[in-house]
DNA sequence: TAGTGGTCTAGACCACCAA
DNA sequence: TGGTGGTCTAGACCACTAC
């Protein structure tokens, strides 16, 4: 332990802050500096490695910044918990509900809003809206087992969802009771920063990775029923797809 | 441009390195900074807003950790250039270049490596290696339109390719014309941080946010030809996916 | 209340780039 | 060579947490 933040073996080349931030990065891989365990206090860094506080906070903020290190503030700097990593089919239309209750874990939803509102011009285009249209705007923040996976902002036109406030856990399950439930969905994925709030809620640190889904659900009518867009932790998330060869695919759509 | 930096408006509530940073992300999306433009030298803005360098450092740093500034050393601080974003069909397996071909882009392959190794554990794992056996590792940067898009790292058995050096632009070109050739895939997608060394291969900034994507190639017969990891630039790529409701669903695997 | 992280300052030297 | 970003220091005050 105190050989990490020894004052010698700060002789190896590059800036002193890449030198201490890898002795913990080993410190924490060969299990010296474990999940839980607090780190010293930074003043207390700087005077063992006889650094600056400025300079030991710089370490440390890029080992936050992977999530490989929690910081709170009046309490300490901590060895983050490893998060176990969740598979999700992505070849199936299902529930977030669904799909944790299939693996046998439990789902919580957090609402931050559930409200008819005016449309976005983004929400007219993406659901096809007409003229005095309104949408139901449904906002919360996913858990599973108490640690937050995913923020999950649904639109749906007051049509299909005229009285938002009623769902409950399951949005595709009380859509089915009204028939609406879509068959057929377009999934456009790709990863993003996540910025101040949304890592906020999801419990991470700014700048962490963020897998962003952006979902648009069809009723076999080929009407339009829900536009989502998703934001999942990268490091929490996987999804997994199985894929054909071009040639060998069944057009379905022709 | 002044009034960015004016030292006055930096009245707000919170940090003054947020408030600072906020007036910059204004005047890039009202167009004050353009793509391209240059910020003032970090002094240069120290002095215009009355705060210390290393506030201003902060509050540059953010933004250049979300890709919209960009640092060079001895040159200066630049307004990022929007990168064009590319969408890909997640449904279909298809190779990069055929996928490039496919809308008209140009492709360039940077080769890292092209040679024979013993395997990797991981390598074992996945392409069901036996004892003796080894495996044939590419790796190379994925460019188009002389934009990075992607570094991709496969590894096959020397069994179906014995002469990875053979590989030049297409490896699925390459197998096809040996009878190799994948014709089903299993994917997994996720969102990370990207590493420094990945980071400066895509041309962004360490811990910018990309695609992660593994994916075991099949043959007919079931055979494992490829195991290959890439990492896409977050920023620069979209997969779309295609989903039908699972009941719906019929089972080719029963 | 004592200790922690969060913010901020003024000033310094270095490495790199362009003219 | 002069200007730029990159690193580093010593010291200060604040906000929050735990006791």
Redesign the pocket.
Same mark, same amino acid.
């Given at each position: 332990m105190e050989s990490v933040f020894s004052p010698d073996a700060l002789t190896g080349s590059?800036?002193?802050?890449?030198?201490l931030q890898r002795r913990i990065v080993e410190a924490m891989q060969d299990g010296r500096l474990a999940p839980g365990n607090?780190?010293?206090?930074?003043?207390?860094?700087?005077a063992m $490695?006889?650094?600056?506080? =400025? $300079?030991?906070?710089?370490? =440390?903020?890029g080992l936050?910044a992977s999530g490989q290190l929690v910081?709170?503030?009046?309490?300490?700097?901590f060895v983050a918990a490893r998060v176990e990593r969740l598979e999700q089919a992505l070849s199936l239309l299902t529930s977030f509900t669904e799909d944790m209750a299939r693996r046998g874990k439990s789902v919580e939803s957090v609402w931050l809003s559930r409200a008819v509102h005016s449309p976005s011009p983004e929400e007219v285009m993406a659901l096809g809206l007409g003229a005095g249209d309104r949408v139901a705007r449904l906002e919360r923040v996913r858990r599973s087992d108490g640690v937050p996976l995913a923020i999950e902002r649904a639109s749906l036109s007051t049509r299909v969802l005229p009285h938002p406030e009623l769902v409950d856990t399951s949005l595709y399950a009380l859509l089915e009771t009204m028939g609406n439930r879509p068959v057929r969905a377009v999934q456009r994925i790709s990863a993003a920063n996540l910025g101040a709030r949304d890592a906020d809620l999801l419990g991470v640190v700014p700048g962490a990775a963020g897998l962003k889904i952006e979902r648009i659900g069809y009723l076999p009518s080929g009407r339009v029923v829900e536009f989502t867009r998703s934001l999942y932790r990268g490091d929490a998330y996987d999804f997994a797809v199985e894929l054909k060869l071009a040639a060998d695919s069944e057009r379905t759509t022709g």
């Open positions: 590059g800036p002193l802050y890449l030198q607090s780190l010293p206090a930074e003043r207390d860094i700087a $490695t006889g650094l600056s506080r =400025v $300079t030991v906070r710089k370490a =440390v903020e936050v910081q709170k503030r009046g309490s300490g700097t």
